[in-house]
């Protein structure tokens, strides 16, 4: 590997990318003939296991029958899972648990990127930081190996570079090229150098100004929810008891034979049930993100916090913003920091945020985080792309859990390199970290725990190094014609359900239903617009889905991605729960409920009408585009002054379109923002000026009392069929 003394001398002495890429290529490529012949060598330990997938049930009878675990792990994000797929395929016994759902924090909420961390590179050379440079170099050595074990989740992603200062394409490609050199053979792809006119074809969005020219260079990319499951799930095939929804009260001591207090277990709930569980191990392993200083307390009321939380906020627009297969970075915002702008999913994400926060299990974005975001992208694309408010499809906050001195304040110069602490009662501690080191992370930390708490495993050493994850085994990138031949899938659906699935893909394919159309034979869709089919809900409880919001945020990422097509969904979700989970009347209210107030609160609905209640029609609104509007609401209310359910009925019914009860009542309470059942004058402005100001993309209730102006209009020459055929009403 390349050491980071000669690295960095290297940069310094070539004074140049010429010399630096050299010396970097010809040492790399010494050293990693010798030690990393093979890209990602496969653990000679377990071998892909066809062990059923026990259901919650059986796992949750397994965690109360079992006299002594070796190893219970708290927390079910991308660590505490990786931690107990390591100690299971090391051949220890091993639990695992999570209070809500598998990477229903901090683990579903990041910027989607597997990658090694340019600007952690440029801090290591710059500031002479040996751990900074040890945390890329581990890095990249876990990115290329979680390309590796679940290709169906994950691909190399080009991000590019846009230079608008002809002295900053060395100092740029210089930087760059020591990231691919630092990788050696794991590179993914070379980086390269564009031109002015090349860098606007492949990124027309780009702002002409003062472009000099652009650099490309490769990250992983992986859906990070689904990515985090599919480790769970494999520790459950490789004989994990695995139980989300199940939080620990509090933890169980005893004495050991020297006498000491140690940690010998957890008393946990079922908070499905509320029914109590005592657990007892050899081993805690406390890998709870943000909450980890919680759990500390735990064992030690008194011991300080070694965790500092930071919220990153992201934001989802419509795909139009970004090209379908290249991601841009701003490696310098207004306020130095790094903004990433990324296809994903068919949308773009934009983020992220970086500030210090409060611990919360319901973290929100705030407006103010929104509009850093939407206005250091105004920065980088064209004057023809207008960045509007309304085009926000959705907005979440994670919480990153940094380790950090207490004291400090200034979170944006905080290593994400990961501690583990071991208490005097042997509550092992992993915190810190990054996603994509989640791997080594759980190494690391199951050989502290074996040292810690004499565990005997079967293989002392990490077996996952290359281990494949649920779904990657048997996937190829062209498996989706299969599904498209043999059960008459759309193309789109089929790609989905591969990319997602891997090669569990036919099992959920299986339970898909007859369309009764020609083509395609089955896969009813759960919206319109996004592939994802009502068998997935199905399948989900097979994967311990529990509650809605498990399926609309983690096992599909509809809530991710557009909020109002996930409250579309709830319903037929919540109704397929029902079938599957034996949910009662009330228990579908409450968890229809909860989903909507999930999207509401953390999903950036609450942020939305925050803005249209500050959007005010004198400021906005020109007088005349006031009277106008006075007019049009005025032909709907009549005396009455507001419009009711049946006023849009009676227009619905006079233009011929056919809308169900529940998309009525939809349109009607996205603008009745008082919630009272009527559109008031004040909110029908309101919305008008929320429109024009594009902090709505648009309304349906606005085109529809349009379309319905044009048809009454005694001079107007169009048919009110041909206007609903051409698509001039959306709904």
Same mark, same amino acid.
């Given at each position: 590997m390349t050491s980071f003394w000669s690295l960095r001398r290297t940069l310094l002495a070539a004074g140049g990318a010429a010399g630096a890429t050299y010396t970097f290529s010809t040492y790399s490529r010494s050293r990693n003939s010798k030690k990393h012949r093979a890209h990602i060598v496969t653990a000679e330990g377990p071998a892909p296991t &066809?062990?059923?997938?026990?259901?919650?049930?059986?796992?949750?009878?397994? $965690?109360?029958?079992?006299?002594?675990?070796?190893?219970?792990?708290?927390?079910?994000?991308?660590?505490?899972?990786?931690?107990? $797929?390591? #100690?299971? @395929?090391?051949?220890?016994? *091993?639990?695992?648990?999570?209070?809500d759902d598998w990477a229903s924090g901090t683990s579903s909420r990041s910027t989607k990127l597997i990658h090694g961390g340019v600007r952690y590179l440029q801090k290591a050379i710059m500031g002479l930081d040996k751990e900074q440079y040890n945390l890329v170099k581990e890095a990249l050595h876990e990115r290329a190996n979680l390309l590796e074990i679940a290709p169906h989740l994950s691909g190399p992603l080009p991000i590019m570079l846009p230079v608008y200062r002809w002295w900053q394409l060395p100092y740029f490609w210089a930087g760059i090229k020591a990231y691919d050199l630092v990788a050696?053979?794991?590179?993914?792809?070379?980086?390269?150098?564009?031109?002015? #006119?090349?860098? !606007?074809? !492949?990124?027309? %969005?780009?702002?002409?100004?003062?472009?000099?020219?652009?650099?490309?260079?490769?990250? +992983?990319?992986?859906?990070?929810?689904?990515?985090?499951?599919?480790?769970? !799930?494999?520790? #459950?095939?490789?004989?994990?008891?695995?139980?989300?929804?199940?939080?620990? $009260?509090?933890? *169980?001591? &005893?004495?050991?034979?020297?006498?000491k207090e140690v940690i010998s277990g957890a008393v946990m709930k079922d908070c499905l049930t509320g029914k109590e569980v005592k657990v007892k191990a050899k081993c805690v392993v406390n890998a709870t993100g943000p909450f980890t200083d919680g759990v500390r307390h735990m064992d030690n009321e008194k011991i300080s916090n070694i965790c500092q939380p930071s919220a990153g906020v992201h934001i989802i627009l419509p795909d139009y913003y970004s090209p379908e297969s290249m991601g841009l970075l701003d490696p310098q915002t207004s306020d130095g920091r790094v903004i990433f702008f990324l296809p994903w999913e068919g949308l773009t994400i934009a983020g992220t945020t970086d500030s210090p926060c409060d611990i919360t299990h319901s973290p929100t974005p705030t407006e103010k985080e929104i509009q850093f975001i939407l206005n250091e992208i105004k920065n980088y694309l064209s004057s023809d792309v207008s960045v509007r408010r309304g085009d926000v499809l959705a907005a979440w906050s994670g919480i990153r859990p940094l380790v950090s001195d207490p004291n400090s304040k200034n979170t944006q110069?905080?290593?994400?390199?990961?501690?583990?602490?071991?208490?005097?009662?042997?509550?092992? &501690?992993?915190?810190?970290?990054?996603? *994509?080191?989640?791997?080594? %992370?759980?190494?690391?930390?199951?050989?502290?725990?074996?040292?810690?708490?004499?565990?005997?495993?079967?293989? &002392?050493?990490?077996?996952?190094?290359?281990? %494949? !994850?649920? +779904?990657? =085994?048997?996937? @190829?990138?062209?498996?989706?014609?299969?599904?498209?031949?043999?059960?008459?899938?759309?193309?789109?659906?089929?790609?989905?359900?591969?990319?997602?699935?891997?090669?569990?893909?036919?099992?959920?394919?299986? %339970?898909?239903?007859?369309?009764g159309k020609r083509w395609p034979v089955v896969g009813k869709r759960l919206v319109e617009d996004f592939p994802y089919l009502e068998a997935e809900v199905k399948y989900a409880c097979r994967e311990y889905a529990c509650t809605a919001i498990d399926v609309i945020a983690r096992r599909t990422r509809l809530a991710f991605q557009n909020v109002q097509a996930a409250e579309t969904a709830l319903p037929t979700v919540v109704r397929i729960l029902a079938q599957e989970l034996g949910w009662s009347k009330q228990k579908c209210q409450d968890e229809e409920e909860a989903a909507k107030q999930f999207l509401y609160m953390e999903m950036g609905?609450?942020?939305?009408? =925050?803005?249209? $209640?500050?959007?005010?029609?004198?400021?906005?609104?020109?007088a005349a585009d006031i009277e106008r509007y006075k007019k049009r609401f005025d032909k709907v209310a009549g005396s009455k002054g507001f419009i009711t359910h049946m006023d849009l009925e009676n227009i619905i019914e006079n233009l011929g379109i056919d809308i169900s009860e529940d998309q009525l009542h939809d349109m009607l309470e996205e603008v009745d923002t008082n919630r009272n059942g009527q559109v008031e004058l004040d909110e029908f402005l309101q919305l008008m000026s929320s429109v024009r100001a594009g902090v709505m993309s648009s309304s349906r209730l606005e085109r529809i009392m349009k379309m319905a102006e044009i048809v009454e209009a005694p001079d107007n020459p169009m048919k009110k069929s041909e206007d609903i055929e051409e698509g001039r009403v959306w709904y």
């Open positions: &066809t062990r059923p997938l026990p259901t919650r049930e059986e796992n949750l009878r397994v $965690l109360q029958d079992t006299p002594e675990f070796d190893v219970l792990v708290i927390g079910g994000g991308a660590t505490g899972c990786g931690v107990a $797929l390591d #100690a299971a @395929t090391r051949g220890l016994k *091993t639990a695992l648990v999570e209070r050696g053979s794991q590179c993914v792809k070379s980086s390269y150098m564009l031109t002015k #006119a090349r860098a !606007l074809e !492949l990124f027309p %969005m780009l702002k002409k100004d003062r472009l000099v020219g652009a650099i490309v260079y490769y990250d +992983g990319q992986h859906n990070d929810a689904r990515m985090n499951l599919a480790i769970a !799930l494999s520790a #459950a095939r490789h004989g994990a008891a695995v139980a989300n929804h199940m939080e620990v $009260l509090s933890l *169980t001591k &005893t004495t050991d034979q020297s006498g110069s905080i290593s994400r390199n990961h501690v583990i602490e071991v208490s005097p009662s042997h509550l092992v &501690t992993i915190a810190g970290g990054k996603w *994509t080191t989640y791997r080594s %992370m759980a190494s690391d930390t199951v050989d502290k725990a074996i040292e810690v708490c004499g565990l005997e495993p079967r293989h &002392t050493d990490c077996q996952t190094d290359g281990l %494949m !994850l649920e +779904g990657g =085994d048997a996937y @190829t990138p062209t498996m989706f014609i299969r599904l498209v031949q043999d059960f008459g899938l759309e193309n789109e659906v089929a790609q989905h359900l591969a990319h997602t699935y891997g090669d569990k893909a036919f099992d959920v394919a299986k %339970m898909a239903q007859m369309t609905g609450k942020a939305h009408v =925050d803005v249209r $209640l500050q959007t005010t029609p004198d400021t906005e609104l020109p």
